[in-house]
């Protein structure tokens, strides 16, 4: 088994606290890809818009 993030062999027993990483550096630097919104799942772009039960409670807010 390889570290997703450096590549390494990685010891995959449970001995390894940070598998499927070699390391806890590894294991943050993929944290941080995450945070950053640096993965991508392949598809057609979805459009961003709020729940039509989350409008209805500004409304009432508003009003």
Do not use: Q
């Not at 390894?16 to 990483?21: G, I, Q, W």
């Amino acid at each position: 088994m390889r570290c997703p993030t450096c590549k390494k062999a990685v010891d995959a027993t449970p001995a390894n606290r940070y598998r499927p990483f070699c390391s806890e550096r590894c294991r943050m630097v993929d944290l941080g890809t995450w945070a950053g919104e640096d993965y991508r799942v392949p598809g057609a772009a979805v459009e961003d818009r709020e729940h039509p039960d989350d409008l209805k409670d500004k409304k009432k807010i508003l009003h």
